[in-house]
């Protein structure tokens, strides 16, 4: 069955470390997305990518990368600068831009020890 | 910039109530897409419709409408005898084409809670 597949469920960060979060699709989509979801708040973005070898910042990109080497896969590392990184993180996909439907995979909690 | 107001935090019904979940917008483009997501507490966002600016055609698939006023900017989401099984946040969101991009600006949301 073609989705979104997201990993790890929970993540768990120490200070001063960077983490990496996976995202996979195999619905054969052009353009990947990131969105941060903290409590009681709608979802913000923090990157996309339309093409491979290409991605733009979102609304929250500070203490965030990514990278988009192969078009099903598109990691997202938080690293030691993203000060508040305990929330909700979600990965989606769309067949091309354009306003086309996004799909989102399962999500990855992330908390900070 | 693009805002999506879902001025409902909290929605309790009875099962079998029908219910009416408000979404106003505010944009400039004058082409734009609506969505509606449903997000169960597994945490997943399910897409649940998609309308474009130009098509004022209001949608019913089973127990779900969706109601688009151009007029108001509002686009609201009816569910009708609902189940225990609705329970969950329900976000409404509208596109924009940033640099060729599809970005999507998300309400709040609205949670609603089905009771028995």
């Known amino acids: 069955d073609g989705g979104i597949t997201q990993s790890p469920k929970y993540l768990f960060r120490k200070e001063g470390q960077n983490v990496t979060l996976s995202c996979e699709q195999n619905l054969n989509h052009d353009a990947m997305y990131w969105y941060r979801q903290d409590p009681g708040q709608g979802l913000r973005l923090i990157y996309y990518?339309?093409?491979?070898?290409?991605?733009q910042k979102g609304d929250i990109a500070e203490g965030y990368s990514v990278s988009r080497e192969k078009k099903e896969s598109f990691p997202l590392t938080v690293t030691s600068a993203q000060k508040n990184p305990t929330a909700f993180y979600l990965c989606?996909?769309?067949?091309?831009?354009?306003?086309?439907?996004?799909?989102f995979g399962p999500g990855t909690r992330l908390l900070v020890l | 910039a693009q805002k999506v107001t879902q001025a409902q935090t909290e929605i309790s019904v009875v099962e079998k109530e029908d219910v009416t979940l408000d979404c106003v917008y505010e944009?400039?483009?004058?082409?734009?897409?609506l969505f509606w997501y449903k997000q169960p507490p597994s945490g997943e966002l399910v897409f649940l419709i998609r309308r474009n600016s130009f098509d004022e055609q209001n949608e019913i698939s089973g127990r779900y409408s969706w109601n688009f006023q151009k007029s108001t900017s509002s686009f609201n989401f009816t569910i009708t005898a609902s189940q225990v099984v609705d329970s969950a946040v329900y976000f409404c969101a509208l596109s924009e084409l940033t640099g060729g991009g599809n970005k999507l600006t998300f309400g709040t949301g609205t949670q609603l809670k089905v009771e028995l």
């Open positions: 990518s339309q093409i491979v070898n290409d991605f």
């Open positions: 944009t400039r483009d004058t082409t734009y897409y």
């Open positions: 989606a996909s769309s067949i091309r831009t354009g306003r086309k439907t996004q799909y």
